[in-house]
């Protein structure tokens, strides 16, 4: 493809897929540089799986194009896999066999050099914290274990472009962190990873991001400019005691344009903060909640992807409304 | 094939084996169920008509009715159990089961073979199992024939004719399966038969389970090749089903004693090249149908129906209409069925099999092309 100059390990024009009359990816377009870590982040059945296995040259497109580390998404798939490192949702390790037998096994299907077999072996063992585990059957590992395993299975050849999806589901937080300290690490050596989540807080540990939301790409961009560029409105953080009956008054503020709540407080969404900020002190005052505190806050990513989300309902629901 | 390619083939076959090794129920079915079948099969399924159970009447109660009756209860194929005394209890024991035939002589029996006038005596036989009848019937045919020979010859002698010999005799050589067992057919049928279920069902269940847990989504993400993928999983499962087949071949010569006349080796050859083709069958199977449960089903109904009605195993190809007799040229246990028997009762070799055993090469050709065909790199 002309657009692909060397810096760039994904391009895509265009993307679709549908399922019968059901359309997953539609006419998405973006680019991931080489190096970069990229997020999709979006609802579960938003299209990013669908998106990422087109990617990996598992799925064919519906129409568009596409390269990945400069091949053909429709035509040259062999070439892609075989620079590719693949994670896919469930974990998709052999139960029955051990963790080295699973090892083993990639290591033969991506024909790692003999002399180097050894040695990738005892990389992924070390990496995954599974060196004393190593005849343990995959079963019985736990889901943080599972997930490194198969993250070490998937670049046992060392691909220069890894593809995970939802590679945290299902795991906890501790091993969560770790496996992210394990993605800055092969960043850290010029390996492109792109990776699905839904979670907000891993979406700010990438570089850059692509919201999607029902087979549409809405925004894309590192996590800082989405929450300046995309936020037309500002956010306003409520404390008070009885949060939850303040939410219902503050709704019917003129000028708000969404209420939820947020830890233990509520975020507020309005198009002129400062205006809106004074009535609901006001209001506050007078309903009786004491100890409020009002102030506007840098939206987070949820803020954003909610704020995105809903103009692009209002949207849609308006070109309905044209067609009818 | 390079020999990077033979590297993942071997990765995948270790894998495969691994797979059976740890599953104890494709264990079992691999070698579990295909010994039952023979031992079952071997036991129970035999065409020979021994010890028909026969009840007696015997109103004549002489010298010579009771010679007449021993000729019977002598013989292998009849068995007296008991003697009945009215027509209500010949019935009662037929009725119950307790007796197949009954062989009723009558009052003057002896007296009127003595006088040299015909007599006759009167066989009730059980028709509801018509096989065992006809046979039964036969048999009892010879037995009165040859007593009323025996009966001609004496009374010639008696009146002093010349000593007198029937004028013709046929002397019956039976070759091949010179004890006329049943069991010396039917087992080597039997094996070919047990190899085709088997086999089938086991590569059924192989690709379509990858389907299911989700780690086909992750091995065609790599680079592995299709047919390196096919013929990684067949290889154990060809490790397994030859296993099998030394395991039956075992089975006939030490627990049933079927002579195996021709060549062992040209028997696991033609083995071989059988089992490489159901296994393939089965594959094919897998791959087209990605559910473990549709394609068992798919590959039982494949294989076993055919493989008992069409193969010639029980009921002789010859006999059939000729329209079921076209079908059957598309079972490839037909022709193992027939190696098998040429080459265990006859001891047939190579040179008057070729033909059928080109036809399962053919076979095999197909189905491994096809399953490889078949295989795509894709979800859909």
Known sequence: MAETSDDKAVVVRDLVRRFGSFVAVNRVSFEVR????????????????????????????????????????????????????????????????????????????????????????????????????????TSVLSGGWKQRLALGCAILHEPSIIFLDEPTSGVDPMSRRRFWNLIYELAGRGVTVFVTTHYMDEAEYCDRIGLMYRGKLIATGTPEDLKHRFMREEVLEVGCERFQDALGEIEKLPGVREVAVFGRGLHVVAEDGETVAAEIRTLLAEKGFCSAHVEKIVPTLEDVFVSLIEAQDREESAEAEVRR | MSSSSIRRTCALARKEFLHILRDARSLGMAIAIPMLMLLLFGYALTLDVDNVPMVVWDQSDTQLSRDFISRFHGSRYFSVRGYARTYREVEREIDSGFALVALVVPRDFASRVEAGRPAQVQMIVDGSDSNTATIAMGYADVVSLTFSQDVAIRWMQSVGGPSFAPPLEVRPRVWFNADMESRNYIVPGLTAVIMMVISALLTSLTVAREWERGTMEQLISTPVKGYELVLGKLAPYFAVGMFDMLLAVLMGKFLFHVPLRGDAVLLFAIAAVFLAGILSMGMLVSILMKSQLLASQIAMVLTFLPSFLLSGFVYPISNMAKPVQWISYAVPARYFVALMRAIYLKGTGLELLAGEIALLVVFGAIMLALANARFKKKLT
Request: proline content about 3%; overall charge positive.
């Open chain 1, 34 to 137: 080489r190096g970069e870590i990229f997020g999709f982040l979006g609802p579960n059945g938003a299209g990013k799986s669908t998106t990422i296995r087109m990617l990996c040259g598992i799925l064919r497109p519906s129409e568009g194009a596409g390269s990945v580390a400069g091949f053909d998404i429709r035509t040259q798939t062999e070439q892609i896999k075989s620079r590719i490192g693949y994670m896919s949702q469930r974990f998709s390790l052999y139960e029955d066999l051990t963790v080295e037998e699973n090892i083993n096994f990639y290591s033969g299907i991506y024909r790692i050099a003999p002399d180097r077999k050894r040695e990738r072996k005892e990389w992924v063992l070390r990496m995954a914290g599974l060196a004393d585990h190593r005849n343990s059957r």
